[in-house]
């Protein structure tokens, strides 16, 4: 077997990695590398040698070097593996192959064949094994993923034939922190490897690489073995080690194994001590100074050392190198080279725990038994492997070698509670030392912020719960947080405190970070205004920066509660919460997020308060020993969100103990341990005793504590209750029964907690004694039918040694003696009563049971117990019987029946109008009723959404209800009108109407008081929302107002099915309540959940809401385009930021008119940030200098835009240091999956679609990976993936984002938008708005405005500007040499803005012109009044300056002044003369390739009846008609030779359209991505072009805007040739098809948009329908094709396989079409390119074809090889 030591010339390794062998249930991942290139003329040389050289078939050995032939003839460099007679396996040294061949294809070679190391690198990745027996999918593909990485690693072994095991830094560190696999270390994993070379079938991995496979015989085996040196450093253990008697047994770990007679052992029984120890010094080390002076003179030198893993140990010095120190880690027994700054002195309270780690060797080695010898080093490979705990009996012990040899066995021994005596005092001298000296040397901490002091002196109400305040503050996920492990210390300062039991810390990790955090902060709000940075559109588990209100500063936070006016806010960094006014919160800048979350709350461990409560006293009293100094926790359990922590404090010289210092002072007790879920702990320990006293404290202590071990009962204990809501339906078992209207039931699902509280009663009340102390409530009673112990509540007294109680998780009343009542233990009190009283709807309710008959009593008996099992119990209302006692009105069910019918079956029943009204004799109600309103599942009910909370979470009424909740209101009404009404009284006051802020209206409502003494929480029981009102707003509802008091709450708790645990953002919310809120729609119930809510499907007409709102929430974030380039280069902006980006350019143009436009500039260089001036509106924007264009002018990037601009000097400004706070607000992007399509700068359509789908509205951004500066983005519009829409149609699949970016990892950037006002900044978004825009536009244009128009002559020509274009050719300009006319303008509206005042909405109406404010951007506009829409509060104007229509609320509107409205409308209105002529094309498209391009317009004649100027457009000095016709010129070979030369306008129209459909038009030799729709053989085929796309969904919008009485064809239009509509498919969509043949029979039709054909019967042609001009306009969209110059082989058709392979291959994705020519009939000759290869090769390649120019293959043979593998489908694919 050969060696395990490298070369030093091999030591360290750099690769490149060219193959990866990895299988799931390999144990070892082998890989192939090469080295960096340099010397491969060197292999070709010595290769060509190879095969020259006269081969001589000498007899070669095992492990020889050789050459060896392959199956083609060729020679190569080998050694040989294995030889069995004349069959040897020899391996090839530069291809990494192993090949099996006879004696007689190998031959000896001279040395100097070998001098060039081997061209391939075989190994092994060292020191990672899979989690468990298999590698994870996830870490085969991690492995695969390697192939052509660089990599670079240390050698640590090398196996015969060259078999490296490679231990690689970075692969391991990926391993680990991916989880994929464990971690070993080196020696361990040679040795695992050399076994499984020796037994690969016996180890855990079922397969093995083949150069591991190699099988040696005993001996050999045993050669090995014996042959490893013993290692050169041994320490002198002197007193170090535990002594282990022979023949005792221990369960262990292999930690380091470097062969069966030389490996380390670490006692597992001695773990927790260890990890005590780790922390200890962890504390420790951590904390002092690492620039201690050090001395390595002396080799043995005890230390302690930093591992690789970060944790500290204790260690012998070994060795030291340069910058290095090999240290021996003692509690291990492996060797790491540790950084110089990384090694201590070992303090000596560190040594009080004994090394409890020891070497071994397996005593088998020195006997000949091979079955045992094979049996031994299996079971020590296999806890190698598993690094599982193995048990050894120590046989023999070597004190010279200090050496045990043992015996492995593979069952672990019983672990016993109690260690050996030695161990005890090891452990015990351990805690102490943990608990003390270490402590004591902790580096001395000082407080982190005066700030504290605010929190922590808030006083907390003594009645305050021991938990969370009652939100559940679940931070955001994209929120850091802070944590602690378990069992780990950490010294930290208490920030806020509740109680002992709930209290908040900060570790000192973070301490100057926080501070300058604080800083920031403070320098970054303090100095904001009440109105400024607030918070928009708060809403629970947002993060905020807000200010308390105790010190009036600022702090980071997340809002808990939305209020009237207020927000409750808990504080990230303090742990406490505030309500505090809405603008006191602000937004959270990015940079202030970084930083975790640094508040945790905790427990003080095995302290509890005296009573059942903790008090002020108690509080104060830990207060002041943990406020002002640091505390060093040692963290031993975590409960939910809440660490569980011991605490000392230095105290002088002494550490003090918090809990005991407490328990001393007569101000806590002391208990052992809390139960098991506190601690976390992954074992039950056995069964615990709440008030045995900790052994650990002093005497002094234990009488303290026993004195006060027994409850104190100074104030009442009660029980904790259940009170349900109305609506909620449960799985009860009835407890107990008196009649139908007075029974118990239990919870279902709480009983297993029952009963183990019950088992946990009874075992305590065997062994203590806890006197009942008369009058208190709450008890526990020895039940003298059963001699159990029942948790219960005393009734009455009814003599000196007899009461009454109630067993409270039963429901029985029982007399009982007052000697079988003892106190409860506060612990025995967490647990709710769990029997809950009630009654049945419906049924009169007499109080007495002596009024029911027997035989009642029978039948409701024998309806419960039919169950056979839990009854489905419903609440329906809730009524106070007595202060403290509520009952529950119910309906129960069973399988078979409900409790209806069985009252129905005994005349028991009511109306339910009247009973329940009959639920007033039993007390008052404390709730509305509930009704079901015979909603059933599978029904369909329409609804009206009242409140939304979100689409998980709302609430509707039925609209079969309208005539009740009508009746509701007008009682409403009256009751809140009269005058004698009563006032609230919070003690006695639920059902109450109150009066709604928003309307002034009352409503009724369930009020529930708050902290607050003058408001109220009142919820609106008919709606679904809650709201604060102030307490002289709500009215009682009187007993006599019985319609108010029992009709059913008519607000129904609904949620959207599938999205009920669906994060909802709040952008999707918002959308869902403005669409929807207070609109009538569909519900189809699907089920009703346990809380009564009813889960439903919504229909909006036929829109189902549920889907419409998860394409939403996939989506990430919402944004716009600010400027584009193309689909592979645009700039996104957060729609989140908008606020940001229109305040930033306020205080920056602000700025620059106050500082009089200094420049303040040095000398500019790239790269510098600066404030420039943008030429088209005259605004200043942030940007960046990009490159100096001349002396005096730069070319400069808009940050927060992405445009590029050239800039003169003096329009340069110095950037202010505030306006640096905010990062870069715009993100360059690019469409993901469509960065091949070709970006034609002219016409490229896709970009052209693209804006005009996404161009001046919001749409959802998912942020999926980061190249370089640029963002891959889908963009998801209207519900659906742009992406996906670029994608061949054949190769659409659904998408899965595997590489999802959270909130956390997108950019930190926003967008805003383009061209005109509300998207300023765009160059290249023009001409791409919506139809209904241009539409607006054109009728608004009708009526002539007040304000001057443009002052432009006929045959006047001007540059300018696109700034808004319709499809119908109408577009607006901006003439370039007015821009600073514009700017002047808008410098005016500000300032008129600010004197003039706002309109009254009666004084606005149509066709008024004023100065109108955009809300987006807080800017005010010249516009003309559309349209007036009162109740909404809006109107549709005008912006006459930018010719866009937008929608602005009535308030923000104010008059235009003479002086302004001199100034002419800066937009002017224009028609190309020649549109008509072009009428069949897309002119939009058109235009917008002309953006690029600067445009003239010349002014022809105005046009008094419509306002518009007739104009014609020069495109670089040319005219447009000329253009397109240069554009266009090989139009000719589709109107023919005789055409050809004709350019007047009706040709020119002509040319365009062939039988009524328009063709796209393509010119020879260019390639346009596509996929096949049709294929039968390589001559007929139909193809779509990517390109076309948008045509596609043009056509299916139009088709779906078209009627169903379309006209039919007439007959005698029915002739090949016509053009025409037909609906077709299973859902009978519309089609366009043109007639192709027509005969008596039948008639053959062309589906034009697909290329396949469809008969008809003749009697059909009825179906065929006129086809309307606007669906003419649209080109067809299948391209009938023929592949180039190719025929078939033989014939002249096409054999079966060769239209087999033909349509395989072109159902591929990607596929490219190279234009040659137009053939017969139009059908384009086109060359397909299928991944880069001509698929006319492969079928030539296949022999299915041959060139047409001769009948010959002139594809060179080897190429036709390879083109016809890479061309063959990679699956079977029937189409």
């Not at 397996?362 to 492997?385: N, P």
């Not at 959940?1089 to 909006?1100: C, K, M």
């Not at 004084?1403 to 009162?1430: P, Q, T």
């Not at 090989?1530 to 040319?1551: I, L, M, R």
């Amino acid at each position: 077997m050969g060696s395990l030591t490298p070369s030093a010339n091999v030591a360290d390794m750099n690769l490149k990695i060219t193959h990866i062998e990895c299988h799931r249930e390999s144990l070892v991942i082998m890989f192939q590398g090469q080295y960096k290139a340099g010397c491969e003329l060197d292999y070709y040389i010595l290769q060509n040698e190879i095969q020259r050289v006269s081969k001589v078939k000498d007899n070669v050995y095992v492990g020889g070097s050789c050459l060896v032939e392959d199956t083609e003839g060729k020679w190569h460099r080998g050694r040989v593996l294995e030889k069995r007679e004349n069959i040897c396996e020899a391996f090839l040294i530069d291809t990494g192959q192993v090949l099996v061949v006879e004696e007689t294809h190998l031959a000896s070679a001279c040395d100097e064949f070998f001098q060039l190391p081997p061209k391939v690198v075989l190994g092994v990745f060292a020191s990672i094994l899979p989690l468990g027996e298999k590698w994870d999918p996830k870490a085969i593909n991690y492995f695969s993923s390697l192939v052509g990485l660089q990599i670079a690693g240390h050698v640590k072994a090398v196996l015969p034939y060259q078999l490296f095991i490679l231990q690689v830094p970075k692969v391991i560190d990926d391993v680990l922190e991916l989880k994929l696999g464990k971690f070993i270390d080196g020696d361990s994993f040679c040795l695992i490897v050399e076994m499984l070379r020796a037994f690969p079938k016996e180890m855990l991995c079922k397969r093995v690489p083949q150069l591991l496979q190699q099988r040696y015989s005993f001996k050999q085996l045993l050669t090995f073995i014996n042959s490893e040196k013993r290692t050169d450093f041994w320490p002198d253990p002197g007193d170090l080690f535990p002594r282990l008697p022979v023949g005792s047994k221990e369960n262990v770990k292999i930690t380091v194994a470097v062969s069966p007679n030389k490996f380390y052992c670490q006692i597992q029984k001695w773990q927790k001590e260890l990890e005590d120890l780790t922390g200890a010094m962890h504390l420790y080390y951590e904390a002092i100074s690492t620039e201690n002076n050090k001395s390595f003179d002396s080799l043995g030198l005890l230390c302690a050392a930093k591992r690789q893993n970060g944790q500290w140990h204790r260690g012998v010095i070994k060795q030291l190198l340069s910058d290095h120190v090999e240290v021996w880690f003692m509690d291990f027994g492996d060797i790491e080279a540790v950084p110089s700054s990384c090694v201590q002195k070992l303090k000596v309270e560190f040594m009080a725990l004994p090394v409890i780690s020891f070497p071994c060797a397996l005593s088998c080695l020195g006997s000949q038994d091979e079955t045992v010898i094979k049996i031994q080093l299996k079971e020590l490979i296999r806890a190698l492997i598993g690094q599982t705990s193995v048990c050894v009996c120590v046989d023999l012990f070597n004190d010279s070698k200090y050496l045990y040899y043992v015996t492995l066995q593979n069952q672990n021994i019983e672990i016993h509670a109690k260690h050996p005596e030695n161990l005890n005092e090891a452990a015990a001298s351990c805690v102490s030392l943990s608990e003390t000296k270490i402590t004591s040397v902790a580096v001395n901490y000082k407080p982190c912020h005066e700030r504290y002091n605010s929190f922590k002196n808030c006083t907390v109400n003594k009645h305050t719960k021991n938990c969370l305040p009652e939100w559940d503050i679940s931070l955001p996920s994209h929120c850091k947080k802070t944590e602690m492990q378990v069992n780990s210390f950490h010294t930290a300062l208490v920030v806020y405190v509740i109680n002992p039991s709930n209290f908040w810390i900060q570790t000192c990790e973070y301490e100057n970070e926080f501070q300058a955090l604080m800083k920031n902060i403070a320098a970054a709000y303090d100095r904001c205004g009440a109105d400024e940075m607030v918070l928009k559109n708060p809403e629970p588990g947002l993060l905020c920066c807000a200010r308390y209100s105790k010190d009036m500063l600022f702090y980071r936070g997340v809002v808990i509660e939305v209020l009237c006016g207020n927000i409750t806010v808990y504080f990230l960094d303090f742990g406490n919460t505030d309500t505090v006014p809405c603008c006191d919160v602000k937004t959270l800048l990015p940079e202030f997020s970084d930083l975790p979350a640094l508040a945790m709350c905790c427990a003080l461990a095995c302290t509890f308060s005296v009573d059942d409560m903790w008090v002020k006293n108690e509080i104060d009293f830990f207060k002041g020993i943990v406020f002002n100094r640091p505390l060093l926790l040692h963290v031993i359990g975590k409960q939910n969100k809440k660490y569980i922590v011991n605490a000392q404090y230095k105290n002088g010289l002494q550490q003090q103990n918090v809990a005991t210092c407490m328990v001393q002072a007569g101000y806590a007790q002391y208990w052992e341990k809390p139960p098991d879920s506190v601690l976390n702990l992954a074992k039950k320990s056995q069964a615990w005793n709440p008030h045995k006293l900790k052994k650990k404290v002093n005497a002094q202590s234990k009488c303290a504590i026993s004195e006060r071990s027994k409850p104190v009962c100074e104030k009442k204990i009660f029980y904790k209750e259940f009170v349900f809501k109305p609506g909620a339906v449960f799985e009860v078992v009835c407890s107990s029964f008196v009649s139908p209207a007075d029974f118990s039931c239990q919870l279902q699902s709480k009983l297993p907690e029952l009963n183990t509280l019950m088992e946990q009663i009874q075992n305590y009340y065997k062994e203590h004694t806890n006197p009942y102390k008369t009058g208190q409530v709450a008890c526990v009673v020895k039940c003298p039918k059963d001699g159990k112990w029942y948790r219960a509540t005393v009734v009455q007294q009814v003599s000196t040694n007899e009461v009454d109680v109630v067993f409270v998780d039963y429901g029985y009343r029982e007399r009982g003696l007052l000697k079988d009542l003892q106190a409860v233990l506060p612990d025995f009190l967490t647990l709710e009563s769990q029997a809950f009283r009630c009654g049945l709807k419906n049924v009169p309710l007499q109080t007495d049971s002596l009024n029911w008959s027997e035989e009642v009593h029978r039948h409701f008996e024998d309806f419960i117990s039919a169950s056979r099992g839990p009854l489905t119990c419903i609440i329906y209302a809730l009524v106070l019987v007595s202060p403290h006692c509520l009952c529950n009105i119910v309906d129960l069910q069973t399988p078979f029946s409900t409790a209806e019918e069985f009252l129905r079956e005994h005349g028991l029943t009511q109306p339910e109008y009247i009973g329940l009204r009959n639920l007033a004799s039993l007390g008052s109600l404390y709730s509305f009723c509930y009704s079901s309103f015979n909603i059933k599942v599978g029904s369909e009910e329409e609804v009206y959404i009242t409140h939304i909370r979100s689409p998980s979470k709302f609430y509707c009424q039925l609209n079969r209800n309208t005539e009740t909740i009508e009746a509701l209101m007008k009682e409403v009404s009256v009751l809140s009108t009269m005058s004698n009404k009563a006032k609230y009284n919070a003690s006695t006051t639920r059902l109450c109407i109150a009066r709604y802020f928003e309307d002034g209206l009352f409503y009724r409502a369930l009020a529930f008081p708050v902290e607050s003494t003058s408001y109220v929480c009142a919820d609106f029981v008919d709606f679904g929302n809650m709201s604060m009102v102030e307490r002289g707003q709500l009215i009682p509802i009187p007993d006599s107002a019985t319609d108010l008091i029992f009709t059913p709450m008519q607000a129904i708790k609904c949620y959207l099915s599938d999205l009920r645990e669906r994060k909802i953002p709040a952008q999707v919310t918002r959308w869902f309540e403005e669409t929807f809120l207070g609109k009538l729609l569909k519900a189809v119930i699907v089920s009703r959940e346990s809380n009564g809510q009813i889960v439903t499907e919504l229909y909006d007409g036929q829109l189902k809401v549920s889907q419409k709102v998860k394409e939403k929430v996939n989506s990430e974030v919402a944004g716009y385009i600010s400027h584009m380039n193309s689909l592979s280069s645009f700039y996104v902006q957060l729609a989140e930021d908008t606020n940001s980006i229109i305040k930033l350019e306020k205080e920056l143009n602000e700025s620059m008119v106050n500082i009089g436009h200094e420049n303040c500039l040095h000398e500019l260089m790239v790269g510098d940030l600066i404030v420039a001036e943008d030429s088209i509106d005259c605004f200043y924007y942030r940007a960046v200098i990009k490159a100096l264009k001349s002396e005096n002018s730069f070319e400069v990037e808009f940050i927060d835009y992405g445009n590029v601009a050239v800039v003169s000097l003096s329009k340069i400004c110095s950037i202010q240091k505030k306006f640096l706070i905010l990062p870069r607000l715009s993100v360059h992007c690019f469409l993901s999956r469509v960065k091949s399509i070709p970006d034609d700068s002219r016409l490229n359509r896709n970009t052209s679609y693209f804006l005009s789908k996404i161009n001046n509205k919001p749409f959802a951004c998912k942020f999926l990976k980061q190249h370089g500066e640029r963002w891959e983005i889908d963009v998801i519009c209207d519900g659906k993936s742009m992406s996906d829409h670029f994608l061949p149609k054949k190769g659409r699949r659904r998408w899965q984002n595997t590489s999802r970016h959270n909130r956390e990892n997108r950019p930190k950037q926003i967008l805003v938008p383009n061209g005109n006002p509300q998207n300023r900044k765009s160059g290249n978004g023009l001409g791409s708005q919506s139809k209904t825009k241009a539409v607006r536009m054109k009728n608004t244009s009708k009526t002539l405005l007040n304000v001057l128009p443009q002052d432009v002559n006929s045959g006047q020509v001007e540059r300018a500007k696109v700034v808004n274009i319709s499809e119908s050719g109408e577009f607006h300009v901006q003439l370039c040499r007015n821009l600073q006319i514009l700017h002047e303008l808008n410098v005016m509206l500000v300032k008129e803005a600010q004197r003039g005042d706002f309109l009254r909405v009666d004084d606005i109406e149509e066709g008024l012109e004023c100065m109108a404010k955009l809300e987006r951007n807080s800017k005010w506009y010249r516009s003309k009044v559309i349209k007036k829409f009162v109740r909404e509060k809006l109107m549709l104007v005008f912006f006459m300056d930018y010719g866009t229509c937008e929608m602005v609320s009535l308030n923000y509107a104010k008059m235009l002044s003479d002086k302004i409205k001199r100034v002419p409308k800066q937009a002017v209105f224009c028609k190309w003369v020649w549109f008509k002529k072009l009428k069949k094309m897309e002119f939009v498209h058109v235009v917008n390739a002309l953006l690029d391009c600067g445009i003239m317009i010349l002014f022809l004649r105005y046009l008094e009846s419509s306002h518009i100027w007739e104009v014609d457009i020069l495109v670089e000095e040319i005219l447009l008609q000329e253009y397109l016709n240069q554009l266009l010129s090989h139009c000719q070979t589709v109107v023919g030779p005789e055409k050809s030369g004709n350019t007047d306008g009706e040709e020119f129209d002509k040319s365009f359209k062939i039988n009524s459909i328009t063709w796209t038009l393509l010119q020879t030799g260019r390639k346009c991505p596509g996929f096949a729709t049709v294929v039968t053989d390589p001559s007929n085929f139909c193809i779509q072009f990517e390109v076309l796309l948008d045509c596609m969904n043009n056509l299916s919008l139009l088709f779906s805007d078209l009627p169903d009485n379309l006209p039919a064809l007439p007959k005698e239009l029915v002739a090949p040739g016509t053009s025409c509509l037909i609906k077709f498919g299973l859902e009978a969509e519309w089609n366009r098809a043109e007639i192709s043949q027509v005969t008596s029979q039948f008639v053959v039709l062309t589906f034009i948009d697909y290329g396949f054909l469809k008969n008809i019967p003749y009697s059909d042609i009825h179906k065929l329908k006129v086809i309307p001009e606007s669906l003419s306009v649209l080109p067809r969209l299948a391209q009938s094709c023929s592949l180039h110059d190719i025929v078939p082989a033989k014939g002249k058709c096409w054999s079966d396989k060769a239209k087999l392979l033909f349509q395989k291959l072109l159902s591929k994705p990607g596929l490219i079409f190279h234009f040659k020519h137009y053939g017969s009939e139009m059908k384009l000759e086109v060359d397909v390119l299928c991944e880069q290869n001509n698929v006319a090769h492969a079928l030539i390649a296949a022999g299915h074809a041959v060139f047409s120019g001769n009948k010959c293959c002139v594809v060179p043979a080897d190429r036709i090889k390879s083109e016809e593998k890479d061309l063959q489908p990679k699956c079977p694919d029937s189409s």
